[in-house]
């Protein structure tokens, strides 16, 4: 059974820092590019930062440079160093494959910038 989950969100000022952690079971993070994404509330859920298998990543233009996505396969794990948020930062956080797979969306991390 896949499970994704997710950790490590909380309230913070603008300027902040915090890393997410996402623990995936199952084989699909062996074999699977990662990504997260976020959910901002009434917007749809986009795709912020992803990394291949090979540790290739890309980020969305409104993250680049601020945030770092990582993955460790001896811990089944994928991390997003967030730095220097902005409000418009607020948001649900979620990991999944890149491209997305509907029945992996766990339950997200929520993460609130405050100005």
């Known amino acids: 059974q896949v499970q994704l989950v997710e950790s490590g969100g909380g309230l913070v000022q603008a300027g902040g820092s915090l890393r997410l952690s996402c623990v995936a079971t199952?084989?699909?993070?062996?074999?699977?590019?990662m990504g997260w994404y976020r959910q901002a509330p009434g917007k749809q859920r986009d795709l912020v930062a992803a990394?291949?298998?090979?540790?290739?990543?890309n980020y969305a233009e409104s993250v680049k440079g601020r945030f770092t996505i990582s993955r460790v396969y001896a811990k089944n794990t994928v991390y997003l160093q967030m730095n220097s948020l902005k409000p418009e930062g607020t948001a649900v956080y979620y990991c999944?494959?890149?491209?997305?797979?509907?029945?992996?969306w766990g339950q997200g991390t929520l993460v609130t910038v405050s100005s």
């Open positions: 990394i291949t298998r090979g540790g290739s990543t």
């Open positions: 999944n494959t890149n491209p997305a797979e509907s029945p992996f």
């Open positions: 199952g084989t699909i993070f062996r074999f699977n590019a």
